[in-house]
């Protein structure tokens, strides 16, 4: 018996990069009376004429494949503003994020145009690369309190922007859209897009409850709780360390 909840997971044969399918499998294991949509890429996506999607994940990706994303998205971009002002839940992970920026630059100059749903411009420097593990506050909204997210981050790009009140979360160890930012990703009401890689849910059971509360599933138990409570306890400390690097 279905839950009423229906999550479409967009293009996974791309969306898989350092475990980031994860995300899917994951929300899987909690509701598994929920109803899953896998869009394979060419596909018209499920949210471009259905109402009743109730979340949408999409994860990293290489940067070839970012790029004809990026050209099948932009024909419903302004569906997916209307969904995400509509407070419609949605979590873009590893470069899928850089999709929702107004720019993406590659390292010969060449603009791409993006999505826009944000105000950053994202610098691709292939072949430096960009590691940092992260801890930092996520706040839910509606009085509740903020909570700690962990994460690490693997990026050949670094973004510039003002995301001062649209920011995935502030961090206290890590950087964020840039090195010399602390505030990471972006936010949008309930739909967050973060370079966070991990993937990001099962390792951040507070924040999976919160997306489920979202979604309408508060009777819903994190799945293998104990498992993952205790493994985000022991990340938080690690992640906190000075210094700490991957």
Not at 25 to 53: H, K, N, Q, V
Not at 125 to 138: D, L
Not at 185 to 191: A, K
């Amino acid at each position: 018996m279905s839950t009423g909840t229906v999550i479409e997971v967009l293009y996974p044969e791309f969306g898989n990069q350092a475990g980031d399918n994860g995300n899917a499998m994951y929300l899987r294991a909690c509701l598994p009376e929920a109803t899953f949509i896998e869009t394979p890429f060419g596909a018209e996506p499920a949210f471009a004429s259905r109402d009743d999607i109730s979340c949408i994940l999409l994860g990293g990706m290489t940067e070839r494949q970012q790029e004809r994303v990026l050209e099948a998205l932009m024909p419903w971009r302004d569906r997916l503003i209307e969904l995400a002002d509509a407070g419609i839940p949605m979590l873009f992970t590893g470069n899928a994020v850089e999709l929702l920026a107004t720019m993406i630059v590659t390292p010969e100059g060449r603009g791409i145009t993006a999505l826009g749903l944000f105000d950053i411009v994202v610098h691709r420097r292939t072949p430096e690369r960009y590691a940092s593990v992260c801890v930092g506050s996520f706040e839910p909204g509606e009085g509740a309190a903020p909570f700690d997210v962990v994460g690490y981050k693997i990026q050949f790009t670094q973004a510039e922007g003002d995301n001062r009140r649209s920011h995935f979360c502030r961090l206290k160890n890590g950087f964020g859209l840039n090195e010399a930012s602390e505030l990471e990703g972006v936010r949008r009401r309930n739909l967050i897009g973060t370079w966070f890689l991990g993937p990001l849910l099962p390792i951040n059971p507070p924040l999976t409850r919160w997306l489920l509360d979202t979604l309408g599933e508060t009777d819903a138990p994190l799945a293998f709780e104990d498992l993952v409570a205790r493994s985000f306890e022991k990340r938080v400390r690690d992640f906190s360390v000075p210094g700490m690097e991957l």
